[in-house]
Structures are given as structure tokens and as C-alpha cells.
């Protein structure tokens, strides 16, 4: 199973900055990764897949990089909404898995 | 418009079992994947397993293999989620979610979620 590690845990950012958010898998993934959005009491929303792909109707400001092991999320200006959990999800190999989780608070 | 409702909370005892349906709309069901991701309080989401609504096979992911079931209803466009032998660490949120491919997924939609409480 390839673990999915998640960088930081709470990420405080004040509004209209920028954050950085970063995703390591313990084999390569090639770029079958994914990045979700959740936020409390909603399910999780796509944002990002093929590691760099948004998905529809996700805003500009959202960035995916990264290919192998390693992987960022970029929010390039952060808005009110923007406040949530990010979770990154490998689906390069059976099992599929998930991150921990990175929550992205207000500074 | 595309949705998938599911069915609500629920609230059991270790070594029951738990029945979670997911009902779809808005889209031809037989054509996208349905997965089933679960999250416990406070975690990061674990993969279930998956579903095909055409066919009706199942494929789970090896820690739940033996524990669930996962069946569809094609006249109604359900899918439904069973978990046996139900245990504390079941407690959790369990989402339904589609995907259009099973060899790279990525989930478009979700349901709402539903609440599985495991006590004594």
C-alpha cells in the first residue's frame, strides 16, 4: 500500500496570501494524484487530478504541480472560502489512499 | 443535475451490520463507477471499494475484504454499501462517490454522507 504523507498539518495563511501545500508518496505515483477540498460538515470536492489538471469550475488560483513523489498544491491568493481540509489521493495503485489531511486556517 | 443522495445516520452495535444506500440522479447510472470512501472522526479518508453499476462486481479493498458488500439496484439507480461484523474503529462517515473511469478515478460527485456509530 503507498502511504500518502501530508505537509503541513494546520497551515495558517492570512487572507490574500499565498499557500503552499505539500503531498509525498512512499513509491512513485507517475502523476495519478489528486487533491480534494473539504470543508466541515461537506463531503470532499475535486479540485485538482492528473496532478496539475483543475477540475471544472475550480478557480485559477488553485495550482497543481509535482510528479513521482512529490506534489504541491498552490493556492495563489487566498479568499474566505478557500478556508478548509485539503487532502491529497493517490490513484496510481491498488489500494487507493488517501493523505492525512492538511487544514489551511485563518492567520 | 447530477446528485447522489444517501440514506441517514445510523446507530449500532458492535458485531451488527450496517446497510448505507446511495441513490443517483441526473446521469446514465450504468456509466460511472461508484466508490465508497469512509472517514473517521478526526481522519483522513480510507478507500472501501468500488462497484460497477453495470454488471453489479465488487472489489474491495483487502482490510474490508470478507466484511462488506457492496450491491446496486439498477431499476431504481441505487447502490447500496453493507459492513459485517461492525466494530468500535467502524464509527465513521461513509461517502458514496462517482467516477467515470476505474482504472485512473477521480471522484466528481459525492453524497452527503452518512454517520455509522458503532457502540456498546
Known amino acids: 500500500e503507498i502511504g500518502m504523507t501530508q505537509s503541513p498539518a494546520t497551515l495558517s495563511v492570512s487572507p490574500g496570501e499565498r499557500a503552499t501545500l505539500s503531498c509525498r508518496a512512499s513509491e512513485s505515483v507517475s502523476s495519478n494524484l489528486a487533491w480534494y477540498q473539504q470543508k466541515p460538515g461537506q463531503a470532499p470536492r475535486l479540485l485538482i487530478y492528473g496532478a496539475s489538471t483543475r477540475a471544472t469550475g475550480v478557480p485559477a488560483r488553485f495550482s497543481g504541480s509535482g510528479s513521482g513523489t512529490e506534489f504541491t498544491l498552490t493556492i495563489s491568493s487566498l479568499q474566505s472560502e478557500d478556508f478548509a481540509l485539503y487532502h491529497c489521493h493517490q490513484y496510481n495503485n491498488w489500494p487507493l489512499t488517501f493523505g492525512g489531511g492538511t487544514t489551511v486556517e485563518i492567520k | 443535475q447530477v446528485h447522489l443522495v444517501q440514506s441517514g445516520a445510523e446507530v449500532k452495535r458492535p458485531g451488527a451490520s450496517v446497510k448505507v444506500s446511495c441513490k443517483t440522479s441526473g446521469y446514465t447510472f450504468t456509466k460511472y463507477y461508484i466508490y465508497w470512501v469512509r472517514q473517521a472522526p478526526g481522519q483522513g479518508l480510507e478507500w472501501m471499494g468500488i462497484i460497477n453499476p453495470s454488471d453489479g462486481d465488487g472489489r474491495y479493498t483487502p482490510k474490508f475484504q470478507g466484511r462488506l458488500t457492496m450491491t446496486r439496484d439498477t431499476s431504481t439507480s441505487t447502490v447500496y454499501m453493507e459492513v459485517h461484523g461492525l466494530r468500535m474503529d467502524d464509527t465513521a462517515v461513509y461517502y458514496c462517490?462517482?467516477?467515470?473511469?476505474?482504472?485512473?478515478?477521480?471522484?466528481?460527485?459525492w453524497g452527503q454522507g452518512t454517520l455509522v456509530t458503532v457502540s456498546s
Open positions: 462517490a462517482r467516477s467515470l473511469d476505474d482504472i485512473l478515478p477521480r471522484f466528481d460527485f
